[in-house]
């Protein structure tokens, strides 16, 4: 019997993705997401983070665009991780290999330049398609 995990968010990016490579060269991106929970135009309740990693050509995509409190669609791998925190404290980790993402926008609207002068675009990163009709440098 087949069986799937498998979920998609719409969150604010929490911290800059963050590029390693794996020791036999592949890239991996990380970056964690937040989900808030509450009626539209009021504080959130309750917020859910899941850390987020991206690999290969994705995860160079990432690294290069996605950025703190910006807005995101992720769809992915699920798997719910636990684990004793410095207090002994028994948490849950939500963590999702990402299939793809679509920057939405967010404190800093994907179409505003970045520090260095140049233009980021909300980017589906499986659809190369969509590089090439924005002629990305990359």
Same mark, same amino acid.
């Given at each position: ?24 060269? &592949? ?51 699920? &798997? ?6 410095? &207090? ?13 993402? &679509? ?36």
């Amino acid at each position: 019997m087949a069986s799937l995990a498998k979920i998609s968010i719409i969150g604010n990016v929490g911290r800059d993705a963050e590029l390693r490579m794996t020791p036999r060269g &592949t890239a991996v991106c990380e970056f964690s997401v937040a989900v808030g929970h509450g009626k539209r135009g009021e504080p959130d309740e309750h917020t859910d983070w899941y850390r987020v990693s991206c690999w290969g050509r994705q995860a160079e995509i990432a690294q290069q665009y996605v950025r703190k409190g910006t807005s995101i669609f992720v769809d992915g791998r699920f &798997t719910p991780r636990t684990y004793t925190d410095k &207090t002994g404290a028994v948490r849950t980790s939500y963590d999702i290999s990402a299939d793809n993402f &679509t920057l939405l926008g967010g404190r800093r609207e994907a179409s505003e330049a970045s520090d260095d002068g140049t233009v980021v675009r909300p980017l589906d990163a499986s659809s190369s398609a969509a590089a090439d009709d924005w002629d990305l440098p990359f």
